[in-house]
């Protein structure tokens, strides 16, 4: 344990925000990072009743309302004087076609994607300038690189998110802010767990590797985004699929 | 296979293979990997004694990537010594710039065998080692000059272009041996290779460049190194281009 605790974290002493991280992928990257030494301000719609990890501070918050990230942001910013990464992960699965759709469902969708990273991006972007650069990772999906049939709201939102990154990392690069997406396959979270086993089973089948992925997977390729390790990285969208979109 | 918490020593009791190792970014991907820990066995058409000094690798074989035979050395090298290997990076490069109609056969036949057969010799080479142990990690060193139409480099972008379509290929024939194959695009990187250039266009190179300055080595190492370690367990297949934004735009 001593050891341990004498390492210098790849994270270490850097302010974190990031969203959904109750749950799935979130979580596993909220905990990723703090191993790694960060302070991350865990954002989610619902909070859990257990005690988080050290350095982990959980805050209830709708990504989708301004005010919520202005007083988170405001409150890292009084505690820390700084927000070095930001990981825009909070999602809602939704399978319906252009035509089942509702007009509920879609804004939703919309809301909590692609509304809610960029008003995370608009809070935190002047500050990661102000401070002389900082790191954004935006959740997208392979969703929104390439067709599967179905969920066509869910689509629409993972595809702006990989648009919005790229346009983001050419604006924000010369203040050193840098901006990236993931792109995952199948993995393993309460949101996939909840699906019809018919289209899990067929999306493994699918994936060369033969297996669904793991949160840890995810938060692993967060953590190179996020540390210095990817420091002349900014616009790409790394796809952690089990080789889904090779073939 | 799972996802593994790495940090440094990510690399601990597995045996890399690195080709153009003699220097550059060769010679900074091997001693990363040998500071992670790894069991390093240098490849370079090159004499590398002074390698050796410089990385602390217990073994160079002198050969060229184009040649099966020089695999099957660089192979046993590693085979005797350790009995396996995990991570292959075919990092060997030849790049002279020079428009379509300069290049000519001997120039693009140069940098095919190099560039493109090479790490497809590599890869059918490792591939029967790997499948023993239950799988590995390989990382072709391609280049965003594989990624767009890159003026007045034609036979090296064609052969960066082929080894991104071969790296998909691999992934997804081996993918069922637990062996992942990934590619890593730099960009323009401070090494030998661009000194080989015109200093104006490395200069409108960087100034079309988003972060507005020329990479380390350290930073393809830092990428190659992440694709190379079970961190990236879940991926294969994939692209991870290195160049300060220059091809987002």
């Known amino acids: 344990m001593a050891e341990r605790e004498e390492r210098i974290g790849r994270l270490h002493r850097q302010v974190a925000i990031v969203t959904g991280g109750a749950s799935g992928i979130g979580r596993a990257i909220v905990e990723r990072f703090a191993e790694e030494g960060a302070i991350v301000y865990c954002l989610d719609l619902e909070v859990a009743v257990h005690e988080p990890p050290p350095r982990v501070r959980v805050r209830q918050a709708d990504v989708s309302r301004a005010s919520d990230w202005t007083a988170v942001v405001e409150e890292a910013m009084d505690d820390y004087g700084r927000v070095d990464v930001l990981v825009n992960n909070a999602g809602i699965g939704t399978w319906e076609t252009a035509t089942e759709l509702s007009e509920e469902t879609w804004q939703r969708v919309i809301d909590v994607h692609q509304k809610g990273s960029w008003l995370g991006l608009r809070e935190v972007l002047p500050k990661m300038v102000a401070q002389g650069g900082g790191s954004v990772i935006n959740m997208s999906s392979i969703c929104g690189l390439v067709a599967r049939p179905e969920a066509f709201a869910y689509h629409a939102a993972k595809g702006a998110l990989t648009s919005m990154t790229r346009n983001a990392a050419v604006t924000y690069a010369p203040s050193a802010v840098r901006v990236n997406a993931i792109a995952p396959g199948f993995i393993v979270t309460p949101l996939t767990n909840v699906q019809d086993a018919a289209i899990n089973d067929e999306f493994i089948a699918r994936t060369p590797l033969g297996h669904a992925g793991s949160p840890l997977d995810i938060a692993n390729g967060a953590l190179y985004l996020a540390s210095h390790e990817s420091r002349f990285v900014t616009g790409i969208t790394l796809a952690i699929d089990g080789g889904y979109l090779a073939q | ?249």
């Not at chain 2, 990363?32 to 820990?37: F, K, T, V």
């Not at chain 2, 062996?179 to 030998?192: F, H, Q, S, Y």
């Not at chain 2, 409108?204 to 830092?222: C, D, H, N, Y």
């Open chain 2, 1 to 249: 296979m799972t996802a593994a918490r790495g940090g440094t020593g990510r690399f601990e009791g597995r045996v890399a293979l690195v080709t153009g190792a003699a220097a550059g970014q060769g010679a900074a991907t091997a001693r990363r990997l040998i500071a992670e820990g790894a069991d390093v066995i240098l490849g370079d058409i090159e004499e590398g004694r002074q390698v050796r000094r410089r990385t602390d690798a217990e073994a160079t074989v002198v050969f060229d990537v184009c040649e099966e035979d020089g695999w099957q050395r660089f192979v046993a090298a590693a085979l005797d010594r350790h009995g396996r290997i995990d991570v292959l990076i075919n990092n060997a490069g030849a790049y002279e710039p020079r428009p379509l109609e300069e290049t000519g056969t001997e120039l693009a036949m140069r940098l095919f065998r190099t560039n493109q057969l090479g790490p497809m010799l590599g890869m059918a080479a490792v591939a029967p080692v790997m499948r023993r142990t239950g799988g590995g990690s390989i990382v072709n060193i391609s280049s965003t000059a594989g990624l767009l139409g890159a003026a007045g480099i034609a036979a090296y972008s064609a052969t960066k272009w082929a080894l991104r379509g071969l790296s998909k290929v691999a992934a997804a024939e081996l993918a069922d041996d637990g062996i992942r194959v990934n590619c890593v695009l730099p960009g323009l990187i401070d090494t030998a290779m661009a000194g080989l250039n015109r200093p104006a266009f490395n200069r409108a190179q960087i100034a079309r460049t988003p972060l507005r300055r020329i990479g380390a080595a350290e930073e393809v190492v830092a990428a190659t190194c992440f694709l190379a370690s079970d961190e990236s367990s879940y991926v294969t297949g994939a692209e991870l281009v290195v160049d300060g934004g220059a091809t987002v735009g």
